[in-house]
């Protein structure tokens, strides 16, 4: 069976998939106008100030969209139909992302229902992935 | 100003399944088909433009055209658009004179074909290629959910987008699918990526169409009526779906169509016909919104109420588009071409007399967006 995709982190991703191998969601906003923001990017996508820092993100997130995709890419086989979602951090931000502890299905999937990040390991990184919030993780 | 006309449009023989044909190869027969239609040779060219693979150098080569003039904006599906856009600055600034436009892709079957292959290290291959992302089906759809949820979309009114474009296609010969669908139909085939069901997807063809774009001084000059381009636009948006604004409106469709009206001088009461690149069922609904028929939320009752299809006040996607008619894979070429047939009155599905056609655009799904704005009279007289 194919393998999953696995991300090749690059110089200025490369603290984002440190904090998710250290289990922490760090991602980055802007000094000047405080624009919390992702993906990875020296610049800030608000103002174009360069002065931006890391931070760790809560973790917490809600359900954006998603689709629940029956044609597994490779890696997937096993999985399908499985969702890919988007979801919106607390902080503002939005990320693609999988679903975990909850069953794939439009009646489990509820647009706004609370998330929280969790771990899972890929070949040499780890992924976020986000699951029912108050769920073990 | 006298602004530009499109001398010449033409697709390749056939769309469809087309084996024996090699991505350049449905260029080059596009580009003929196109030339014979301006009643040109390829020594009347002196610009050219089409997408990186095979690109302006390798179709100009092949043609045994030089040109002086080259563009090989590659955006996705509504590049031509583009190109028709920069060909005409290109002319008003006499950088060409005669410029074609070519687009041919074995969609299909996959004969002389770039690869499709995103690096694991590109900002896709790190942030949504690792979760099962296959190709725009898993990624260009997943707006809707939002878009349903927030306006009160049903599945119903998605699936009829499907009913309603079929309608038109099963007047157009060439269109792949042209038997009568219900929305039970569209329902009951299988889901591909929840909420889409196949029926709700554009189709995977081979096919080309090519263009020729010179200055309106010449109009009256070439066998056909003369398609007047009145108004562009281009805009874009970002690279990653799950990294748009707004899930449920198209910032790139919405600036795009902003500028194309203003420069025309139109408003959308003024437009007759209407191309919106429908690669999946969502889109036309986006498309609507963006350039402002309707208000947000409206345009799924909209076309459900029967209003863009055959005998409707808005006639849209009247070749059947991308989900009856043909998708190569970058199918704004054949939104152009459908609008030129309409505004010169040689459609298959001809609606009555279309003064103005608006076509909109989109690339790498919601990454980019052109629109034209064509008229059957030159921008003075077709303001008036």
């Not at chain 1, 998939?17 to 250290?22: E, N, R, S, V």
């Not at chain 1, 489990?108 to 029912?132: K, N």
Request: glycine content about 10%.
């Amino acid at each position: 069976m194919a393998e999953k995709a696995v991300p090749v982190p690059t110089p200025e991703t490369q603290p984002f998939w440190d904090g998710c191998a250290a289990g922490e969601l760090r991602i980055q906003h802007c000094l000047d106008c405080g624009e919390a923001y992702f993906y990875p990017r020296p610049v800030c996508p608000a103002c174009g100030s360069a002065d931006v820092e890391w931070f760790t993100a809560s973790g917490a997130a809600t359900l954006y969209s998603y689709v629940i995709s029956h044609r597994p890419a490779p890696g997937f086989e096993d999985e399908a139909p499985y969702a890919i979602a988007v979801v919106e951090l607390a902080e503002g931000p939005r990320m693609m992302t999988n679903l975990t502890g909850v069953p794939n299905t439009p009646e489990h999937l509820v647009l706004d229902m609370p998330l929280r990040v969790t771990f899972e390991r890929r070949g040499d990184v780890s992924l976020p992935l986000f699951a029912p919030a108050g769920e073990s993780t | 100003m006298s602004g530009v006309i499109i001398a010449g449009a033409a697709e390749t023989d056939q769309v469809g399944k087309l084996p024996g044909h090699s991505t350049l190869q449905l260029h080059l027969e596009s580009a003929l088909n196109a030339l014979a239609d301006a009643g040109l040779t390829t020594k009347d060219i002196d610009g050219i433009a089409t997408v990186s693979a095979p690109g302006p150098v390798q179709v100009a080569h092949s043609l045994g055209i030089t040109p002086r003039w080259m563009d090989s904006t590659a955006v996705g599906g509504t590049s031509f658009l583009l190109h028709v856009r920069h060909a005409a600055a290109a002319i008003e600034a006499g950088h060409a004179s005669i410029v074609l436009i070519t687009h041919g892709e074995s969609g299909r079957s996959r004969v002389g074909a770039a690869r499709r292959a995103q690096a694991p290290a590109s900002v896709h291959g790190q942030f949504e290629a690792p979760f099962g992302v296959l190709g725009p089906v898993t990624s260009f759809t997943l707006p809707a959910l939002r878009y349903m949820h927030d306006f009160g979309l049903t599945h119903e009114q998605l699936a009829y987008v499907a009913v309603a474009q079929r309608r038109w296609a099963a007047k157009n010969p060439r269109a792949l699918y042209r038997d009568p669908i219900t929305i039970d139909d569209v329902l009951a085939s299988r889901i591909v990526a929840y909420p889409f069901h196949l029926l709700e997807c554009c189709l995977v063809t081979d096919g080309g169409g090519a263009l020729i774009v010179t200055s309106a001084d010449r109009a009256g000059d070439f066998p056909k009526p003369a398609v007047h381009v009145l108004g562009t636009g281009e805009s874009s948006e970002t690279p990653l779906i799950s990294q748009m604004a707004d899930f449920t409106e198209s910032l790139a469709f919405r600036l795009a169509g902003r500028a194309a009206f203003a420069e025309a001088g139109i408003t959308t009461a003024d437009v007759d016909h209407l191309m919106i690149y429908d690669a999946f069922a969502h889109v036309p609904i986006y498309g609507l919104e963006a350039l402002g028929f309707v208000a947000k939320g409206e345009a799924g009752p909209f076309i459900a109420d029967g209003n863009t299809e055959p005998g409707g006040s808005l006639p849209l996607n009247t070749n059947g588009g991308g989900m009856s008619y043909t998708h190569t894979g970058m199918y704004g070429m054949f939104a152009i071409t459908e609008a030129v047939r309409q505004v010169r009155g040689e459609a298959a599905a001809q609606v009555a007399g279309p003064e103005i056609s608006v076509v909109l655009g989109n690339g790498g799904m919601f990454a980019t967006a052109g629109v034209l704005v064509l008229g059957r009279q030159p921008r003075d007289r077709a303001s008036a």
